[in-house]
């Protein structure tokens, strides 16, 4: 009988498991450290934990990553760029933002991800920093007032400091 070799470390899954005693209380919480610890939520994963977690099954936990927005299925990059493009970003110019976003890192055909898996760019429906539009986040930083030029020499810090 042959055996499929796991493209993840199920070690890793299994410690953040045991880290919080297999309860189904805390399946988000455990969502979310799987995520931050392969940047995104791998299906092995998912079903690992739904057979590991009692009272769980596979199709609960992927019900609960496919239902939130936080996660992602598919895998991230290492800057995460989020352009939002609510009401007062959007007035304000956001769509140019994400379009020289886009074109700086070539992400063409609905791709997300760089290839080499350094960026990651979504849009948002809002922020919450409207006095800031149009606002870009990147990894948790808030870039107020964005304009297409202004976010090519942001993006362009990141991919300097990689190749230093």
Same mark, same amino acid.
Request: a neutral charge; glycine letters at 6%; aromatic letters at 8%.
């Given at each position: ?86 009401? /007062? ?43 800031? /539009? ?31």
């Amino acid at each position: 009988m042959a055996t499929c070799e796991s493209k993840i470390d199920l070690k890793k899954v299994d410690e953040i498991i045991n880290a919080y005693g297999a309860k189904k209380s805390y399946l988000i919480a455990m969502l979310q450290k799987v995520q931050e610890e392969f940047r995104y939520l791998p299906i092995e994963a998912l079903t690992y934990i739904g057979t590991k977690v009692p009272e769980l099954s596979p199709a609960t936990v992927y019900g609960v990553a496919t239902f939130y927005t936080q996660f992602s299925l598919e895998p991230k990059g290492k800057y995460e760029i989020k352009c939002c493009d609510g009401t /007062a970003c959007h007035v304000r110019g956001s769509m140019p933002v994400l379009n020289a976003i886009k074109a700086r890192l070539d992400l063409k055909d609905g791709k997300f991800t760089t290839e080499d898996g350094m960026f990651s760019v979504e849009t948002v429906s809002c922020l919450g920093a409207c006095g800031l /539009a149009p606002v870009v986040v990147i990894n948790g930083k808030v870039y107020p007032q964005m304009t297409s030029d202004a976010i090519k020499i942001v993006i362009d810090t990141p991919i300097k400091d990689d190749k230093e």
